[in-house]
């Protein structure tokens, strides 16, 4: 082989991006394997580049006998450990046969006053390398695309690609050209509805990226939550440039969303922001979701208020939180009721989702016949016996919440250290319990304690 084919591969190294003088390492390899397969071929060998002419030479590598036998049973013990691992990783039993000829022993750290080394390069071998040359070249020219390929989308995950649409069908797996490599998009991961146009531009997620015989295989979705946040930060300049922040996305892929937003810097609506001039943002991201309502939902600590935000766009009336359950008791007007729970219980449940709070959602009506189911609902003695919590809130209504089995009370601690005092009677005392309400038309807001029952001392009568 001339020094001009030496040229170019390494001109090909650089034009693909390969690794230096990692195609010259795969000529030499191949080469060896050819020369392995020539009569009267040496046991040990290798393949060098004369950097002289820029040809290739075949050595004989003769070793003295116990360097050898030391030689041949470390590789050996390489090549069973090898199979055991590949055994291990695919459950399978391997029934490979290991030969002293087909181990690949190390010889690097044998000292060079005990190789012999002889240049034993057949007479036609040039012409075996110019055949070889072609083959191993575009082999390892596809094999190192391939790696670069994969390396450069395993590391994109989760991110937002654009790509035209290939191939589609109603009931298929759509084909996306992202430019380098094809993109499958499974039935699993479109959305009901939608359809794709060939030659369609389309967004979608990158969640997974296989390595496979034939390329990478990337894996697209249009149903994942990370697709509007993406969406919201190519519109939206507040997110991109850390303004305004998304805490929190609950989405029903092809109906609804809710977002949960929050600003960082003083003056900023992030409302406002998303929404843009007239509503200019919102809507490009609603086109490309082909039609998807999106609710904007300002992100509150207060869990009572979170609630009521989330449940837009019905009013709510009062939020009662359980801290400890994560249980929120959410009460509406009669004809908010059933905008409040979605068709299906869409907007409870993406509610739900977004807050993190198990939302039980009832109507003034509910709410108020349980509340005289609680104190009215006792037995033939007149006693008491309801079966809900006995603390009375500081609005003046009933604890909505369970009591606990063999207590008067609920799970709230505040309610439990009620259990065992008695208010005197006429005193007006009330138990203490924490409340969440929220006008009509407004938030909810959190009711502080707002009495507790003075427990009487030994010897001391209640105040009253």
């Not at 949960?260 to 509503?279: N, Y």
Request: include cysteine.
């Amino acid at each position: 082989m001339s020094r001009e084919i030496i040229e170019a591969v390494k001109t090909i190294e650089r034009e693909k991006g390969i690794e230096e003088n990692t195609l010259i390492h795969a000529l030499e390899d191949a080469l060896l394997a050819a020369y392995k397969k020539t009569p009267g071929a040496s046991r040990h060998a290798t393949v060098e580049l004369d950097p002289d002419d820029g040809e290739f030479r075949v050595f004989s590598i003769e070793l003295p006998p116990d360097v050898e036998e030391r030689l041949l049973d470390e590789a050996r013990e390489r090549t069973l450990d090898e199979l055991e691992r590949l055994e291990i990783e695919s459950g399978e039993r391997s029934h490979t046969l290991v030969t002293d000829d087909d181990l690949d022993i190390d010889w690097s750290d044998v000292p060079e006053d005990q190789v012999k080394r002889e240049d034993v390069t057949p007479e036609n071998f040039g012409r075996i390398a110019a055949q070889t040359a072609k083959q191993v070249i575009l082999q390892r020219i596809r094999e190192a695309e391939r790696e670069m390929m994969y390396e450069e989308y395993v590391d994109r995950v989760s991110e937002v690609v654009t790509g035209i649409v290939q191939q589609a069908g109603d009931r298929n797996n759509v084909l996306v050209d992202l430019g380098k490599v094809e993109a499958l998009l499974p039935r699993s991961e479109q959305v009901d509805g939608e359809r794709y146009e060939q030659g369609s531009r389309i967004k979608a997620v990158i969640t997974e990226v296989r390595s496979g015989t034939k390329g990478p295989q990337v894996i697209l979705s249009r149903r994942d939550p990370e697709l509007i946040k993406t969406l919201f930060e190519l519109e939206v300049p507040e997110i991109a440039d850390g303004l305004v922040e998304i805490r929190g996305v609950a989405r029903e892929p092809g109906y609804r969303s809710k977002i949960a937003v929050e600003s960082h810097a003083q003056g900023v609506d992030p409302v406002g922001a998303c929404v843009g001039p007239r509503g200019s943002r919102v809507r490009m991201v609603v086109s490309e979701l082909r039609g998807e309502k999106i609710d904007i939902i300002p992100w509150n600590t207060e869990p009572a208020r979170f609630v009521a935000k989330a449940l837009s766009p019905a009013r709510v009336r009062e939020v009662y939180i359980d801290d400890e359950t994560r249980d929120a008791t959410v009460v509406v007007p009669d004809d908010q009721l059933a905008l409040a729970i979605g068709k299906e219980g869409l907007n409870a449940r993406l509610a739900a989702r977004l807050t993190g709070w198990k939302v039980d959602i009832q109507s003034d009506s509910e709410f108020a016949q349980a509340e005289a189911d609680a104190a009215y609902g006792g037995g033939d003695s007149g006693e008491e016996f309801t079966g809900r919590c006995g603390a009375i809130l500081s609005n003046g209504k009933r604890c909505p919440n369970a009591a606990l089995p063999g207590s008067r009370f609920c799970g709230v601690p505040a309610h439990q250290a009620l259990e065992g005092q008695e208010a005197p009677a006429g005193d007006g005392a009330q138990p203490p319990a924490e409340a969440a309400t929220a006008n009509e038309g407004d938030t909810a807001v959190e009711q502080e304690v707002a009495a507790a029952p003075a427990a009487e001392e030994e010897g001391e009568p209640a105040a009253q």
